[in-house]
């Protein structure tokens, strides 16, 4: 199962940090992802990470901007948000997959979603 919190409401310019809990043995047996989904549109790909954390993916419109990381001790996943715009409102998701990292950060594919938490950005 995977719980993702840390949404709230900021101001343009401000930051967030999201987190995602990973329940089961394993964590460390997966890529993880962020996704992020606004009213009215697709959900689209935000962040991806590799098993190991070394290695990373950003969609264009967040690169430099956000950050991704994780802690496999803790089982965690983190998105560090900065310099938040309007047009980053949305229901943010974190997913897993076993896909190998590299079909991950080429493809994004995923296999497991959790539940999103409603990030709003006020202008």
């Known amino acids: 199962q995977l719980q993702a919190s840390g949404g709230g409401l900021v101001q343009a310019g401000g930051s967030l940090r999201l987190s995602c809990a990973a329940s089961g043995r394993t964590f460390s047996g997966y890529a993880m992802g962020w996704f992020r989904q606004a009213p009215g549109k697709e959900r689209e790909f935000v962040a991806a990470?590799?098993?190991?954390?070394?290695?990373?993916l950003y969609a264009d419109s967040v690169k430099g901007r956000f950050t991704i990381s994780r802690d496999n001790a803790k089982k965690m996943v983190y998105l560090q948000m900065n310099s938040l715009k309007p047009e980053d409102t949305a229901v943010y998701y974190c997913?897993?997959?076993?896909?190998?990292?590299?079909?991950?950060?080429?493809?994004?594919?995923?296999?497991?979603w959790g539940k999103g938490t409603l990030v709003t950005v006020s202008s």
């Open positions: 990470i590799s098993r190991s954390g070394g290695s990373t």
């Open positions: 997913a897993a997959s076993s896909w190998a990292d590299d079909v991950v950060l080429t493809t994004r594919r995923m296999h497991y």
